[in-house]
């Protein structure tokens, strides 16, 4: 912001970061549902391959109990999955974090055709009022959406990893359980 700007710029200014923040949190909320769901239905097929493979009394690289094993706890991992995902409501929270950033961005073109001039207090503390009220509706993104979005027009040092870390669990999960299902066939299959 310059010496020159306008409260009405600088007004604009923090509601168009404001809605950058709340278009990041909806995506990553989004990524984050998806994520979820491919998890699931991925630890779904692995389990659904191995009680085949299991009937037709395949060669496995390790004993039926550590088959079982491996079984029971993607079985429990689903289960615990689905309960946080149901908990968590990543999608709707997704829509409502964009349903935000579209209501401010209507208040944002309102502001767009003043660049340079200077809004009367009485006007200026009513958009500020319709800012403020936008925002009591919703949930407040997180500071990695700003970290996120803020990256965009500077160097934050970290964010990537800060942002990707929020996903670390699903990785880590579908890493180790199709690890484990290679693993369980690599004896046919290196024959």
Do not use: P
């Not at 550590?66 to 993607?74: D, K, R, T, Y």
């Not at 800060?162 to 890493?175: D, H, K, P, V």
């Amino acid at each position: 912001m310059s010496a020159e700007d306008t409260n009405c710029d600088a007004l604009r200014q923090m509601i168009s970061k404001t809605v950058a923040a709340r278009f990041q949190a909806s995506r990553r909320l989004d990524f984050h549902n998806k994520l979820s769901l491919f998890s699931i239905s991925l630890f779904s097929i692995i389990l659904i391959l191995v009680a085949l493979l299991q009937l037709v009394e395949f060669d496995f690289s390790f004993g039926s109990v550590a088959v079982n094993i491996g079984q029971v706890f993607l079985s429990i991992v689903i289960l615990c999955f689905s309960i946080a995902i149901s908990m968590s409501d990543f999608s709707l929270k997704s829509s409502k974090h964009h349903e935000c950033g579209v209501q401010l961005n209507e208040l944002v073109y309102k502001l767009m055709n003043k660049w340079g001039v200077t809004l009367s207090d009485q006007e200026y503390e009513q958009r500020l009022s319709e800012y403020f009220n936008i925002l009591s509706k919703f949930e407040n993104h997180t500071e990695t959406d700003n970290s996120r979005v803020n990256k965009r027009t500077e160097y934050v040092e970290g964010t990537d990893f800060r942002y990707y870390s929020g996903f670390s669990l699903y990785f880590l999960l579908i890493f180790v359980s199709l690890g484990w299902f290679f693993v369980l066939i690599a004896k046919a299959v290196l024959r």
